[in-house]
C-alpha cells in the first residue's frame, strides 16, 4: 500500500486543521493506519490509529479526531485546539498485523506534511 499525507499547513494556536492520508490499494480497509509526528529535535511518535477502535496518545485525546473513508480509500486526522507543542512533521502509516502505538509496527509510510503552530 503507498500513503500520501497532506493538509498541513500554518495555523495559530487554538485553530484547527484536518490532515488528509489518501492509500493506494483495493485491501486498504483491511490495514490498521495510525498518524505519527516528529517535532524538530525529537523522535517521531504516536497520536492516534484506527483500525476497528480508535486509539489516541493522552497529548491529543479530546482535540484530534482520526476517521477514515474505506469506500475513498482515505484517512483523516481532524486537529482542534492546536497548540505550539502540536508542531511537527505528521505521518500517516498503515500495517496489516500490528498496528500499535510505536514507529516499528507498522510496515507502510507515507511522506510527512508539516503543521506549524504560531502563538
Known amino acids: 500500500v503507498q500513503l500520501q499525507a497532506s493538509g498541513g499547513g500554518l495555523v495559530q494556536a487554538g485553530g484547527s486543521l484536518r490532515l488528509s492520508c489518501a492509500a493506494s490499494?483495493?485491501?486498504?480497509?483491511?490495514?490498521?493506519v495510525g498518524w505519527f509526528r516528529q517535532a524538530p529535535g525529537k523522535e517521531r511518535e504516536f497520536v492516534a490509529r484506527?483500525?476497528?477502535?480508535?486509539y489516541y496518545a493522552d497529548s491529543v485525546k479530546g482535540r484530534f479526531t482520526i476517521s477514515r473513508d474505506n469506500a475513498q480509500n482515505m484517512v483523516y486526522l481532524q486537529m482542534n485546539s492546536l497548540t505550539l507543542e502540536d508542531t511537527a512533521l505528521y505521518y500517516c502509516?498503515?500495517?496489516?498485523?500490528?498496528?500499535?502505538?510505536?514507529?516499528?509496527?507498522?510496515?507502510?509510510w507515507g511522506q510527512g506534511t508539516l503543521v506549524t503552530v504560531s502563538s
Open positions: 502509516a498503515a500495517d496489516l498485523y500490528s498496528g500499535g502505538t510505536s514507529v516499528s509496527e507498522y510496515d507502510y
Open positions: 490499494g483495493r485491501t486498504f480497509r483491511t490495514y490498521i
Open positions: 484506527i483500525w476497528k477502535s480508535t
